[in-house]
């Protein structure tokens, strides 16, 4: 059971290139989430899922697109890339959204965009 | 003005200390508050949680919300070294979860 899994683990990129971060969760949990966390501003909600097929915009979408085509996965896309961007990525899943059904988060991607 | 409001300190302490962690919320509509831990380059980890106002307590950890004054506390009781983590404290309104930006803590042998 490795529970919440995110690849990769670091990346650089040139402003304007994309790349596809993924999150994979193998405890059957129906919602997943990506947040951003940045020095002096927490942890920020980008985009949720709660389904297969759904998706929902959270706090700070812009510049993201996401997709969860399958249950246990959820991509997070940037296809511009900008220096703004700079962050540490990380994703997490629960069973849903109430309190009780904790938020299980990953390991973070780092992502340097120069 | 942030949905959650949290002093990013540092916070240095000795071994055995008791720490108080604080965080403020700007909207009285929310019901559910959260701690989450943190440790140096990983994923945060759910510690505790509570709803609406008084405490909740789970070993050396006690979460107390405080309603009128729109106020969230963690306290830790016989800190340990192993303590030593950003602590974040966090809301929720329906599927969309608020954290304020962490309090470093380190507690010193």
């Known amino acids: 059971n490795a529970g919440v899994t995110q690849t990769p683990k670091f990346r650089v990129l040139k402003t304007g290139q994309s790349m596809t971060l993924l999150c994979a969760q193998d405890?059957?949990?129906?919602?997943m989430y990506w947040y951003r966390q940045d020095p002096g501003m927490g942890l920020r909600l980008i985009h949720y899922s709660v389904g297969e097929g759904t998706t929902a915009k959270g706090e700070v979408p812009d510049g993201y697109n996401v997709s969860r085509l399958k249950k246990q996965n959820f991509l997070l896309g940037l296809e511009s890339a900008a220096p703004s961007q700079t962050s540490v990525y990380f994703c997490a899943s629960s069973f849903g959204p109430r309190l009780e059904e904790t938020q299980y988060f990953g390991p973070g991607t780092r992502l340097l965009v120069l | 003005q942030k949905e959650v409001e949290q002093d990013p300190g540092p916070l240095s302490v000795p071994e055995g200390a008791i720490v108080s962690l604080n965080c403020t919320y700007s909207?009285?509509?929310?019901?559910?508050f959260m701690w989450y831990r943190q440790y140096s380059r990983k994923g945060p980890e759910l510690l505790m949680y509570t709803y609406s106002s008084g405490n909740k307590e789970d070993g050396r950890f006690t979460a107390q919300v405080d309603k009128s004054s729109k106020y969230i506390s963690l306290f830790i009781r016989d800190s340990q070294p192993s303590d030593s983590a950003t602590y974040l404290c966090?809301?929720?309104?329906?599927?969309?979860?608020?954290f304020g930006t962490g309090t470093s803590l380190t507690v010193i042998p």
């Open positions: 909207n009285s509509a929310f019901q559910y």
């Open positions: 405890m059957n949990h129906e919602y």
């Open positions: 966090a809301t929720n309104t329906g599927n969309q979860f608020y």
